[in-house]
């Protein structure tokens, strides 16, 4: 291990691991430390890609069970529990192993263990062999992440889970209580749901899925109620304790009445915090935001000139893409390039069955800075691509400027809405206006067509919707 590097990356998540390989790419020496053996950070091993393969089995179950409507009977599936693990495992070691790879053909340093400064240019490093080792650099970038946020009154019990216990798939509990109606409790009832849990998902504000249109979050949670035993909105938990049984949960609702109620098994998911503790913050000169993220400037550069910081622990969204976008910006400006973090959106996806996916301006914020918008919505059943699917249960929603025409916002509940909203990403980013989408070929029968005709009745005639505007 070199005691200098030029530039030093403190997590390995999709916000270090990317800062590191564009810095390396960019002819910079550099040294990447992470605790884990090999890059990924919570993403690909406790996040984003055990949850999605989750979802995946989730999906193939839900499908065969489906497939009746359209005359295919299945015989009721048997899920290999321990199979199912395997192969989820095998997914992110195959991706964190390729990682690890792609760290070596860069020539970066790779080193495991715990960071912690013990100045503006230097760290110390536990190594899990119990060594120390030490370093000095000349820039860092600090990509330690985040992680879920405690509910102090439940029980240490194996029976109560935060969504690294989850997705470790222990076991399938014959009911499961999510605490929290955010998109990580959310995708994680789908998935416990298709392979036999009967979930209650408790939430304290009035509704689920906060931040998207609630148009196409009723989509989404039309099929959860459907899906999931019991889903309680404006409902506190107010205490837990561990009995024979499980775990019993009192709650008390809108009106302060008071219910108990006994689950197998608990997930909190109500949240997550950086990790800006035990980093050796208080020897540099990095300060913290009143949210306490760590507070930087569009370079990513921290209020220590020698570090930057992206990710989790830089702000909102907490999301991988995010992380990215931002670890080359901070590699790009340490390597003496000019340039800023300012996108002009970045999308958001929900991976619920059906998916819940928006970008840009929602009808909500709209409303809220009393903005003229013009919005409209395609009605999935519209749809042959749809209809060939057995899945009419979506919508596709464009909000433009009604003066310039051009595209604010994009928002799709449906089928693989994480992948069409990429469109939207990039009409905005582009400053298209509705006729770009409209005009655009978009080919036949795809659910991508929906963006195309959706625009279209923005302004004036939209093929399959009778009722559009008139130019
Ligand atoms: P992280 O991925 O959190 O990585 C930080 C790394 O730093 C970790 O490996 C940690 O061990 C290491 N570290 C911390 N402190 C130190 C130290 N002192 N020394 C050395 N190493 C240290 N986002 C999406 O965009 N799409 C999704 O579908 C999605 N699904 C999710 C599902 C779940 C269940 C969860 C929990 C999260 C999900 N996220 C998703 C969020 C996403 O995982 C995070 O936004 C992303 O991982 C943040 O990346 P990061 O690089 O900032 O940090």
Redesign the pocket.
Known sequence: MPTHSAVVV???????YVAAFHAADLGLSVTL????QNP????L????IP??ALLHAAKLLTEAEEAKNIGIDFAQPMVNLDKLRAWKDWVVSKLTGGLGSLTKQRKITYVQ????FTGSSSLGIKKPDGLSDTLTFDKAIL????R?VELPFLPKSNRVWD??SA?SLPYIPQTLLIIGGG??GM??GCAYSALGSKITVVEALPQLLNGADRDLADMVIRRLNKDFTKIMVNTKVLRAEETAEGITVWFADKDGKEFQETFAQVLASIG?KP?TE??GLEHTKVKLSPKGFIEVDAQRRTTDANIFA????AGQP??????SAEAKIAAETIAGHKVAFEPKVIPA?V?TNPELAWVGLTEIEAKEKNLDVTVFKFPWAASGRALTLDRTDGITKVIADPKTKRILGIGIAGMNAGDLISEGALAIEMGAVADDLALTIHPHPTLSEMIMETAEGLFGHCTHIARAKKP
């Open positions: 403190i997590g390995a998540g999709p916000g270090g430390i992470d605790k884990a990924g950070g919570v993403c091993y406790r996040g984003c949850s999605k263990g715990e960071a912690v990509a330690a992440g985040s879920p969504s690294t997705l998109y990580i995708e994680l997550r990790n035990g980093l992206i990710g989790d622990i907490m999301l991988a893409h995010k992380a996806v991976f």
